[in-house]
Nanobody
């Protein structure tokens, strides 16, 4: 099992930026794909972005392409989500997760979840 701890959430005005971090401990971090998901009040959890074990391949949902970027630093056991041009509809609890490969993560077949961090975008 791997422990995942998210940080970096907060309140930001529309058009602003935040960078989320997810620190991992436990299993060998560099062996696993990682992803970010979000859940808004009253809605189901949805996929946001995924990255493979090396960081060489990434995948983002259409609504965040060009605004959000997932990246990882295997030396620091950390995955990031840089969020720019934030919109009120991006308001949600953001979760990171680990998975066996990028395709699995993108379809929410994950091994471990973090506890989440709140992102609130005001209009």
């Amino acid at each position: 099992q791997v422990q995942l701890v998210e940080s970096g959430g907060g309140l930001v005005q529309a058009g602003g930026s935040l960078r989320l971090s997810c620190a991992a401990s436990g299993r060998t971090f560099s062996r696993y794909a990682m992803g970010w998901f979000r859940q808004a009040p009253g809605k189901e959890r949805e996929f946001v972005a995924a990255i493979d074990w090396s960081g060489g391949n990434t995948y983002h949902r259409d609504s965040v392409k060009g605004r959000f970027t997932i990246s990882r630093d295997n030396a620091k056991n950390t995955v990031y989500l840089q969020m720019n041009s934030l919109k009120p509809e991006d308001t949600a609890v953001y979760y990171c997760a680990s998975g066996s490969d990028i395709a699995s993560v993108a379809t929410m077949i994950v091994l471990d979840w973090g506890q989440g961090t709140q992102v609130t975008v005001s209009s």
